[in-house]
């Protein structure tokens, strides 16, 4: 069975950092694009960044560029996210996720596997 075990949200300040951890299990680490989907009350659920998921490597939303940084450890099997500067805005449920590496995308209706969400909430 897949698993996703998403770690290390919480309650920060805004300019705060936070780390969340993703470990996978039951896969290929190879195989698929692993990252962080977001949502916050009342919004649709928005891709954040994620890995192995374009040509480029890398995927970042334009809201995060410059302040989160995505980074995996394929010996753990488990994905980072790295997340500085954070903002109000950055509030949201933060979900693990996969997606078949070949479709080079990071769109919700595609993602094969969720993992349960972690809150972040920062605080003005």
């Known amino acids: 069975d897949v698993q996703l075990q998403a770690s290390g949200g919480g309650l920060v300040q805004t300019g705060g950092s936070l780390r969340l951890s993703c470990t996978g299990s039951g896969f290929t680490f190879d195989d698929y694009a692993i990252g962080w989907f977001r949502q916050a009350p009342g919004k649709e659920r928005e891709g954040v960044s994620c890995i192995n998921c374009n040509i480029d490597g890398t995927y970042y939303a334009d809201s995060v560029k410059g302040r989160f940084s995505i980074s995996s450890d394929n010996a753990k099997n488990t994905v980072y996210l790295q997340m500085n500067a954070l903002k109000p805005e950055d509030t949201a449920v933060y979900y693990c996720?996969?997606?078949?590496?070949?479709?080079?995308?990071?769109?919700?209706?595609?993602?094969?596997?969720w993992g349960q969400g972690t809150q972040v909430t920062v605080s003005s």
């Open positions: 996720a996969i997606e078949d590496a070949m479709k080079n995308s990071w769109y919700a209706p595609w993602i094969e596997y």
